[in-house]
């Protein structure tokens, strides 16, 4: 009797052991083809992180983007590397800050103009993009929308399939039909869309005074056409009525900051049209302009909801990995600025949001850790298609933060601006040094003064917090 309950035994231990041996051989062929997932990437100009209503934000409808947040992770404390366009697309491309790159002076990049003039990059630089490790990992690449990069760095020159010059609903389109395709190999997808972005032109062409900007305004019918909708004032409403119950209110921090910076009045002096917007818009100037702003980003979710469907239903939902970034920001009233380029939160601290069925958690919403848009964001995507990649080696792997894992990561991030730079700090302090009007250093606490109306420099209360970051700006982002 002991002799067949041993033989049973061992038997039932043969197949559980095969049966365990057949789960274990189909869970790793199902993480083997998990880990290559087609990755998707929609990159959006000129929004800012509360511009969402899963931000809590409720002067707007975003289902779309709510959708991407409810499905996975969105993060809060995500930064742009630089905020403004051609140098935070600089950042996407390399992941570097725009400041490790020169212009043909020497100088370091930190604004469009320089951004757009750097010179051929290196060959480190070359073989360290994100398209040449995706290509390494056999990913087939696509870019279509905005581009804003020096010849260099365009999608063409890195390798991508340029599938569409077009920054709105035609973009949206042929990136659908792209998704809908039977494909052998994973891809990468950029989808680069160009709203909320249109705001731009609300202030430029109340105050058009160089031939630049008349040469933005001239090329501008579309952008105009299109805010000229998101300003329209609802049939049947009073202008009365519109300006007291359909206008978001102005924001908390709507005066300027208390001992304002000799920089930021500079970087708004030194071009009339934000001059203009400072010292003329009336409070309903403002008004309509915030009500414009959430208007076109309720636009760009719209586009947004086309590229989930096309996924869904194509069934890829599975098997695709979605990431949703901006450039950087708009001030959007605040501090009676209207535009980017600056430091403040509204400016600099970006949407991010990451979505893979089965694979992120679903709900997540991390306000603590800090993200970097521009460093992390290579490494991440490389992470996921099986190859690891390092360019700037403070750029890190989101994936252990997308999937709940527990990691050891960042306390500080960096981030550069054409008037300065910064770096923040987890507890929610900020070191700010501005440089384009003398050296100004600031410290902030977004902790106590969210909407940063003043700073606190010189309290002594402070004090041993300013040489901690001051020393940590010198010593770990910017020597």
Known sequence: MKRIVANLTHVSMVVLFLAMSSCQKKTEQRVSKATTPNIIY?????????????????????????????????FTRAYTTNPVCSPARVSLMTGRFPGYFK???????????????????????????????LKQADYNLYFG???HLPTSLTPTALGFNKFSDDERGELVNKAAAIIKQKHDNPYFMVVSLI??????????RKKATSKNDAVLLKRAKVELATLDTAMKIPKGVSVEEFYK???????????????????????????PFRKNAREHFTENDWKHHRYAYHRLTELLDKEVQQLLDAIKNSGQEDNTLIIFSSDHGDMSASHRMEHKSTL??????????????????????????????????????????????????????????????????????????????????????????????????????????PFETTHFTNDTNYTTAFKRLKKVYETEWFE
């Not at 100009?45 to 992770?73: E, F, K, R, V, W």
């Not at 991030?413 to 070191?431: A, F, H, N």
């Open 103 to 133: 212009d043909a002076n020497g100088k370091e990049v930190r604004e469009n103009r320089g951004s757009m003039q750097i010179p051929t990059v290196t060959k480190e630089v070359e073989q360290t993009t994100i398209a040449s490790y």
């Open 344 to 449: 403040y939160e509204e400016s600099a601290n970006i949407p991010f949001m990451a979505m893979w069925k089965g694979h992120i958690p679903a709900g997540q919403v991390n306000t603590q850790d800090l993200v970097s848009n521009g460093l992390d964001l290579l490494p991440t995507v490389c992470d996921y298609a099986n190859i690891k990649a390092v360019s700037d080696a403070r750029g890190k792997s989101l994936r252990p933060l997308f999937e709940g894992e527990k990691t050891n990561w960042r306390t500080t991030l960096g981030v550069e601006s054409e008037i300065g730079k910064m770096v923040v700090d987890k507890s929610g302090l900020k070191y700010v040094r501005y440089d384009v009007d003398g050296v100004e250093e600031q410290l902030l606490n977004l902790k106590v003064d």
């Open 195 to 204: 709203n909320p972005h249109d705001i731009c032109y609300m202030a430029l």
């Open 245 to 271: 119950n359909y206008c978001p209110p102005l924001p908390k921090n709507f005066e300027p900051q208390i001992d304002e910076p000799r920089a930021v009045k500079s970087l708004i002096n030194n071009r």
């Open 145 to 147: 929308g905005k581009e």
């Open 42 to 74: 929609v990159y959006v100009d000129q929004m800012s992180a509360n511009m969402m209503s899963c931000a809590g934000n409720t002067h707007l409808n975003t289902p779309a983007l709510d959708y991407i947040a409810n499905n996975g992770i969105r």
